[in-house]
């Protein structure tokens, strides 16, 4: 269990979920391994308690690819099969009500809302909140609930919450104590966490390498910026990516944060649907010069109206791609 008791408040969690009719389980748009994970792996112990249960997201459509083997996903609903009333409604891994998108209208007829969630910038929008900013993982937190509750993780639970731990520490690069006890428990079951790991972050078809051409070659770098400790960004337009997956679309960021000039990374992300509207990604390292504790990212996106984590966070902004990228670097200073 890597979330303690004396952060996280687990019993009314508890004794909420125990005496559920009706759950419904909302992750957060665009949604990435640790939501869905999360949400599935909840929807897996309150399907075996007996609790009917539904899971689901507002955008997009369709769930990415890579996410399509995780155990749990005939729970899986559309956002139109979300019943406006419900007994007790999770949020995973959702900082603030906006991350619900068209779902966020559902928070008005749940009886009991709980928030399960890691980001430090979360909003608290729930009755019940089990918000650990010290988790490496949503997927984490829910572990440290299941052990309070005294639901076992069974291999196909454990696949799910392993999924969300993997992808939240980019395969375990980022970790704090407990980290790999919390991976061995899950790995015991039975898990193959080589193949969980191969299938959600290092499987891409051809398209993405010509779609990586075209976006690392807008890629520019300030090193002036921040007061010196520098920003390097890139542009995924619209274009760039047509017949990819938003899998292929979200791995960028990964690549540009290697910058070793730049302590700060962006890669601001064109609307398949809006022309002016762009999703943008922050990154930035724990130790750079100038900045021995890092650039804490959260703080800057939450400035621009989004949040996430005090190393990678993101946003949603509007207009053209000049006026996106000169809006971000004046809030960087």
């Known amino acids: 269990m890597t979330t303690s008791d004396d952060q996280v408040d687990f019993d009314a969690a508890v004794s909420a979920l125990t005496t559920a009719r009706s759950v419904t389980v909302v992750c957060h748009v665009q949604p990435d391994a640790d939501t869905v994970g999360s949400g599935l792996a909840l929807a897996l112990v309150l ?16 769930l990415p690819v890579s996410m399509r083997s995780l ?22 891994d959702c900082g ?21 969630d890691h980001h430090r910038s979360n909003t608290g929008f729930g009755t019940i909140n089990l918000v650990d ?40 690069r980022w970790v704090r104590p407990g980290t790999h006890r919390l991976a061995e428990r ?15 972050m290092d499987t891409h078809p051809f398209g993405w ?3 990586l051409s075209r976006v690392l070659g807008t890629a520019r770098l300030e090193p002036r910026a921040h007061g010196g400790i520098g920003v390097v960004y890139a542009l995924v337009r619209r274009e760039d ?25 962006a890669v601001f992300k064109q609307s398949r649907v809006v022309d002016d509207r762009w999703t943008v990604s922050l990154r930035s390292r724990d130790s ?15 400035s621009l109206g989004g949040g996430g984590h005090r190393f990678a966070a993101g946003y949603t902004t509007h207009g053209c791609a000049e006026d996106v990228v000169a809006a971000l670097l004046a809030a960087l200073g």
């Open 47 to 62: 399907h075996r308690r007996g609790v009917p249960v539904r899971v689901s997201f507002a955008d997009p459509a369709e």
């Open 186 to 200: 899950l790995l015991s079951t039975g898990i193959d966490g080589a193949e969980i790991t191969r299938t959600l």
């Open 241 to 265: 990516v047509e017949g990819l997956r938003s899998e292929e679309i979200e791995s960028v960021i990964d690549i540009v944060r290697t910058t070793s000039e730049a302590g700060v990374a």
């Open 133 to 172: 900013p010290n988790a490496e993982s949503t997927t984490s937190v829910l572990a440290g609930l299941f052990e309070v509750w005294g639901e076992p993780i069974d291999r196909d639970i454990a696949h799910c919450l392993y999924a969300g731990l993997v992808t939240d520490t980019g395969s375990f």
């Open 96 to 116: 603030s009500a906006g991350r619900l998108g068209a779902l966020a209208d559902r928070l008005d007829g749940a009886a009991t809302t709980i928030v399960v």
């Open 209 to 211: 390498l010509p779609m």
């Open 288 to 302: 750079v010069p100038g900045a021995q504790d890092g650039v804490d990212v959260s703080a800057v996106a939450t």
């Open 71 to 92: 155990p749990g996903v005939r729970h899986l609903v559309a956002p139109a099969d979300v019943p406006r009333e419900v007994d007790v409604l999770v949020a995973v």
